[in-house]
């Protein structure tokens, strides 16, 4: 984009926006009068991601320097200073934005409440930009960027050592701005006419039309005067709509007829009409389109595979569509934007959410969609076997669900809390009122912060749940699991929900006429706990099978012998215990075995001589059979901090 105005050229990659790029600048320059606080808004479509990644080139130290800045309006280049704090949003959680704030900030810091107080206390103010605010949330229906907004960006902007600039939804920069005094905050609508810029969107047309910039030689785009005309035509009817632009010029540019648009009433002024255009521009039906683009509207993640986007067509559909997908490429190619996934497969979404937001509000019922969808997600698993499942299918089924209201009945498969993705299963699980969740349901959002926290991989997510099961009184699940076939590190044999606990250890009791001793485990707790025996000083002791579940409220302290240290180094296994953690080594090389996390801290642990360990918390204690030979599982390296909601 070359066009000058007033003696300068716009910002090669904003094309425009003088006005509120100078507004940026003064508030980045913490020039007299700028308040602290600034609040990007505007209709989905408006330019807000494309205004904010500019000035963002702008902050950044290294890239700026690759930009003509000499060119440049001096009131739209910020002063050069450290790059910003950005936190991008999309598909995180507030938690999880939060969290990468106060890393960057390298805050020693234990809840949320820590984060904004420690925050407060800077000895200098920071600078923090989000983007995206829209995007938020691994699951779209949950209503994450409401949550970042109340949770996240309403408490930053109360302290007065955070200089906050954020992009978000039109109703939620109302509220946020609400809550601050006069001249803290101001809101740039993108779609008010004191920051809305209609030449600069005759100006991208102009630019996506230009034969020297890309496009094909066409008659309405090699003569410069019927290629500025046509583009002064798309930029009027588009309003204050840069998407708009965008799409009616990636329709024109397929016109069958090679030729533009003969009137202005041809070129859309909303992404509606974009839609409904383009599709008789190229001869086809605009319900079809709409039809076609359904499932990529409701789609969750980066995006659809393109095998399981047809096959959610004919879903929707209700018939196949194989034959219409096969000759859709001209209809829907303007709308669509391919991908790379990080599993290195090409993905498919909506060039612009905001192509997602006219789609849905023209359906029926999203939730009847939904229900479509999420079924023809569940037929697609194969074997209805979820190690084999497509990532899309695995990781977003639950999201699809929740939406269609299906969620509390598809939370019975051990087999989906397993190798599903357990940060979108998370947040879809949590969406729901938990009085509509079944108890496997429950448990799993017990252990959810755990395996989202250490990023824990399927095998050890299946021993963490195998052990919550056990603990929650769900013993089938826990048989489900180990039937998945995944070799787990341990095997939970009981669960005591004993509270109080103090110290654990484990020992013998002697067996008559001849009997073996019996191992059992030891209980420290208060005295005048139910089934205790006093042993003085105000504590008592619970004696426990350690193998069976059996209670032995019958045997004495007295008659337990404890390992002696010579039987304790003698045995293959040692353990090492932290606050919530427990790590059992192979004594001969060394080797970690395994490690058992926990949600809350660890008061006491113990080893058998034969590999059964005895952990305890404030929620009671449990006993596993260690399986693992060597295995070398930790998830140490995986979790910064013992903190809930770090970033997954």
Same mark, same amino acid.
Request: aromatic share 4%; net charge negative; hydrophobic share 45%.
């Given at each position: ?13 904003? @094309? ?30 408006s ?24 060119e ?5 280049? &910020? ?17 999880q934005?939060?969290?990468?704030? +106060? ?15 420690q ?21 779209r ?16 902007a109360?302290a ?6 954020v ?10 701005? +609400? ?23 005759a ?8 034969p020297?910039l @890309?496009? &094909? ?13 046509l583009a ?12 708009v ?9 397929? +016109? ?29 039906? &605009?319900q ?8 990529l ?12 986007w ?20 001209? =209809?829907? *190619?303007?709308?669509?934007q391919?991908?790379? *996934? ?7 979404r ?41 990532p ?11 939406e ?26 949590e969406?729901?009122?938990?009085? +509509?969740?079944?108890? &496997? ?23 963490? =749940? ?21 070799d ?13 606990i103090?110290?654990?250890?484990v ?30 000083? @105000? *504590? ?15 045997? *004495? ?8 240290e ?18 059992v080594?192979?004594?001969?090389g ?10 809350t ?28 030979a @060597?295995?070398?599982?930790s ?14």
């Open positions: 984009m070359t066009a000058a105005t007033d003696g300068y050229i716009p910002h090669p990659y904003v @094309g425009g926006r003088s006005a509120a790029l100078r507004a940026l600048t003064a508030w980045r320059a913490e020039a007299p009068g700028a308040p602290r606080v600034l609040v990007l808004t505007g209709n989905p479509g330019g807000c991601s494309r205004l904010l990644a500019g000035f963002l080139m702008l902050c950044d130290p290294e890239f700026r320097n690759r930009l003509p800045l000499r440049l309006d001096p009131s739209t280049v &910020p002063p050069e200073l450290p790059a910003p704090v950005v936190p991008a949003p999309t598909g995180r959680t507030a938690s934005v939060l969290w990468l704030i +106060a890393d960057h900030h390298e805050l020693r810091a234990a809840s949320a409440a820590d984060v904004f107080s925050l407060a206390s800077l000895d200098q103010p920071t600078t923090i930009v989000v983007p995206d605010v829209d995007r938020a949330g691994p699951v229906a949950t209503g994450e960027p409401a949550r970042v907004v109340r949770e996240v960006l309403a408490p930053l109360a007065e050592t955070v200089r906050l600039l992009d978000v939804p039109r109703p939620l920069a109302h509220e946020l701005a +609400a809550g601050l005094p006069t001249g803290a905050v101001r809101i740039i609508d993108l779609d008010e006419p004191e920051w809305a810029d209609p030449e600069s969107l100006l991208h047309a102009d630019t996506a039309l230009n020297q @890309g496009a &094909p030689q066409l008659p309405f785009t090699a003569d410069p005067e019927v290629r500025r005309t002064a035509a798309i930029g009027r009817r588009a309003g204050t709509s840069q998407l632009v965008q799409l009616a010029t990636r329709s024109v540019l397929m +016109a069958p007829d090679r030729a533009a648009p003969s009137s202005d009433q041809l070129l859309p002024a909303s992404v509606g009409e974009a839609l409904d255009l383009h599709s008789l521009r190229v001869d086809g039906d &605009p079809t389109l709409r039809l076609i683009l359904t499932p509207a409701l789609a969750e993640g980066q995006g659809l595979p393109s095998d399981l047809g096959r959610l067509v004919t879903a929707v559909a209700g018939q196949d569509m194989t034959g219409t997908m096969t000759q859709a490429a001209a =209809l829907v *190619s303007p709308f669509l391919p991908v790379d *996934s990080e599993d290195g497969r090409t993905l498919l909506l060039r612009h959410p905001a192509v997602g937001d006219e789609v849905r509000a023209g359906l029926p019922s999203v939730r009847t969609t939904q229900a479509r969808i999420a079924a023809a997600l569940l037929d697609a698993v194969p074997d209805q076997d979820w190690s084999k499942a497509d899309y299918v695995r990781d977003y089924v639950a999201g699809h669900a929740f269609a209201g299906l969620l509390p009945q598809l939370l019975t498969d051990p087999g989906l809390f397993v190798y599903a993705d357990p940060v979108p299963l998370r947040a879809a699980v969406a729901v009122p938990r009085d +509509a969740l079944g108890a &496997p349901a429950r448990t799993y959002l017990r252990v959810a912060p755990l395996l989202t926290r250490t990023q824990a991989p399927s095998r050890l997510r299946a021993a963490l =749940l195998e052990t919550a099961f056990i603990e929650d009184g769900l013993p089938e699940y826990a048989a489900a699991v180990h039937g998945l076939g995944l787990l590190p341990w095997r939970t044999l009981w669960s005591l929900p004993l509270t109080g103090s110290a654990v250890t020992g013998t009791l002697p067996g008559g006429d001849g009997e073996p001793h019996t191992p059992v485990a030891a209980f420290a707790v208060p005295e005048g706990t139910a089934g205790a025996h006093p042993v003085g000083d @105000g *504590s008592a002791l619970v004696v426990h099978g350690l193998v069976q579940p059996v209670d032995l409220a019958g045997a *004495s302290p007295e008659q337990i012998l404890l390992l002696s010579e039987e304790r180094v003698a045995a293959p296994l040692m353990l090492s215990r932290g606050a919530d953690y427990v790590r080594w192979d004594r001969g060394e080797a970690l075995v395994t490690e058992l996390l926990s949600e801290p660890y008061v006491g642990s113990d080893l058998s001589p034969d590999g059964v360990l005895l952990v305890a918390t404030e929620r009671g204690a449990r006993a596993l059979r260690i399986t693992a @060597g295995s070398g599982d998830l140490m390296a995986r979790v910064p901090d013992p903190r809930e909601g770090a970033p997954a």
